[in-house]
């Protein structure tokens, strides 16, 4: 039953739309129409009761019947006693009705009373309703006191009522259909017109889900729901698109990731290879040109070792949640960093010093303790990276300065990162409080075609030497170091310049002084919104 229901059921929504507006009209007319039924009904009725109330009986005449004569105009002689249409009945003092009544022919219809007064149950003044004697309509009857104890009965047919009543229910029932027929017709071109936006979209849907990404849900009318679906599906559509777009351009990354690490480990790979097999075919090789090619295994296998060791650490990074990280000296790590890299580059002056704000010139002023949350273990790789980086690619006798402090971005100043200022981490609202430690050193600096893409994985700049000295991965890890803490590595440099490479952390207290920000703090360099001042 359930299953032949739900197929009589309609799937379409204008088919629902219309049929739903049917019922509803529908039943507000035929609700209508029975209330303005029941209303008639009682009003003819009232009309009736009053006629019942109004009538008097000629007295001289119901003595007549009481006495047992039959008056003129009784039953059986002419009408000019009654009219027509009154009946009237009479019990005598011990409550039994006489055979003889007023009005109507002998045997004729009228209402079914009882031989016994008492079972009517009528009041005086107080009309009742009771059935015919010969099925048809209803009578309409009221008592009243007579002398001698007698009760006399008016009664009056309920025919015309009746007849009107149904007469009003046919018409009601002709107004229902009429109601019905016609919104199933202006309905169904009503809801077709309103519901033409809506299929609209369904077209646009269908399009873009064969493949049709490009397109957008046109949203014309703007003000009904329509038009608020259309938007928000056209929002959906815009962030599936970039996220497509995203997945697209993250998977062509992966597939260069993978590239440029298959033929950064074919090289070392290949020279263990050759140099393995120069060993086995070449048992009697002199001790000399033996150890040359172990010596050349043991550096390709570092080399390889370090590399993997770098991809690695890139997929592991972010994976220390927040909850695990501790209050970091920014302080104690820099000079920690500075004393290990020293040891690698005596020949490199490098300072430690803070950041403040004197006439808008850095320089070595008192230190002060900068804390921030984050993972030590990676914070010192990120230092230590920008140290050794700045080590490696500068020559002998260059000063390399390390600077600690705290500061907030500003969004006015020159520097932009189209015109020296690079990153590859999301920048930092203005205002925003950070702390921050610099790396700079005073050597040739960057290119800006080499200062755009210095934080992509496995890009070397400068000469094949300077190439050579490292696997293209250490700034890369920095940088995704950096925005896993939620912060920010940039650089900036220009040719003959140096480079200053600068590390910005969300400032979060940790015991401090919050008052320290506001002293302490000083704007370098900034960026609309891409940076903060350096």
């Given at each position: 039953m359930r299953q032949r229901l739900r197929r009589l059921q309609p799937r379409s929504l204008r088919a629902r739309l219309v049929l739903g507006a049917t019922l509803l009209a529908t039943s507000a007319v035929l609700l209508c129409q029975a209330a303005g039924l029941v209303v008639l009904h009682t009003w003819l009725t009232d009309q009736v009761d009053g006629r019942l109330s109004r009538f008097q009986p000629v007295a001289e005449v119901g003595q007549d019947i009481v006495d047992g004569r039959a008056p003129a105009g009784a039953t059986g002689g002419n009408s000019d006693v009654l009219p027509s249409d009154y009946r009237v009945y009479f019990y005598d003092s011990d409550g039994h009705r006489l055979a003889r009544s007023l009005g109507g022919e002998e045997g004729g219809a009228g209402p079914r009373l009882p031989s016994l007064e008492s079972a009517i149950g009528l009041h005086d003044g107080r009309p009742a309703t009771l059935a015919a004697t010969d099925g048809g309509s209803a009578w309409r009857v009221i008592a009243r006191s007579g002398a001698d104890g007698t009760r006399v009965v008016v009664a009056l047919p309920l025919e015309e009522v009746d007849a009107a009543t149904v007469r009003m229910l046919w018409f009601?029932?002709?107004?229902?259909?009429?109601?019905?027929?016609?919104?199933?017709?202006?309905?169904?071109v009503v809801v077709r017109v309103g519901l033409r936006p809506l299929a609209g979209v369904e077209r646009t849907a269908r399009r873009i889900a064969d493949g049709e990404l490009e397109l957008c849900v046109p949203d014309r009318h703007v003000v009904t729901e329509v038009g608020h679906l259309s938007r928000?599906?056209?929002?959906?559509?815009?962030?599936?698109?970039?996220?497509?777009?995203?997945?697209?351009?993250?998977?062509?990354?992966?597939?260069?990731?993978?590239?440029?690490?298959?033929?950064?480990?074919?090289?070392?790979?290949?020279?263990?290879?050759?140099?393995?097999?120069?060993?086995?075919?070449?048992?009697?090789?002199?001790?000399?040109?033996?150890?040359?090619?172990?010596?050349?295994i043991v550096r390709n296998a570092e080399r390889m070792s370090r590399l993997v060791d770098s991809l690695s650490q890139l997929a592991k990074l972010g994976d220390v949640p927040a909850t695990q990280w501790q209050?970091?000296?920014?302080?104690?790590?820099?000079?920690?960093?500075?004393?290990?890299?020293?040891?690698?580059?005596?020949?490199?002056?490098i300072g430690l010093g803070s950041l403040t704000d004197t006439e808008g010139d850095p320089h070595e002023a008192e230190l002060d303790v900068v804390d921030a949350l984050g993972d030590p273990h990676q914070l010192t790789q990120i230092l230590f990276n920008l140290l050794t980086n700045a080590c490696v690619h500068t020559p002998p006798g260059t000063h390399v300065r390390v600077r600690v402090g705290t500061l907030r971005v500003r969004p006015d100043g020159q520097g932009t990162d189209g015109e020296g200022r690079t990153s590859g981490n999301p920048p930092f609202a203005p205002g925003t409080p950070v702390c921050a430690i610099e790396v700079a050193d005073d050597g040739i600096g960057l290119a800006a075609s080499d200062a755009r893409r210095v934080f992509?994985?496995?890009?070397?700049?400068?000469?094949?030497?300077?190439a050579a000295a490292g696997s293209g991965l250490g700034l890369a890890i920095a940088s995704s170091a950096a925005e896993a803490h939620g912060g920010r590595l940039e650089l900036d440099t220009r040719p003959g310049d140096g480079c200053t490479f600068r590390l910005l952390l969300p400032y979060r207290p940790t015991g401090a002084s919050t008052d320290h920000l506001e002293k302490r703090a000083r704007p370098l360099l900034s960026a609309p919104a891409a940076g903060v001042g350096g």
């Open positions: 009601s029932l002709a107004v229902g259909v009429a109601v019905a027929v016609g919104v199933i017709l202006f309905g169904s928000a599906l056209n929002t959906m559509l815009d962030r599936l698109r970039t996220a497509l777009r995203r997945a697209e351009a993250s998977e062509q990354r992966l597939r260069h990731f993978l590239a440029d690490a298959g033929h950064e480990l074919r090289t070392p790979l290949t020279s263990l290879q050759g140099f393995a097999e120069l060993l086995v075919q070449e048992p009697g090789m002199s001790p000399e040109r033996r150890h040359e090619a172990q010596q050349l209050p970091v000296d920014l302080l104690s790590l820099a000079a920690d960093s500075i004393a290990a890299v020293a040891v690698q580059y005596p020949d490199r002056g992509e994985r496995f890009y070397r700049a400068g000469s094949a030497q300077r």
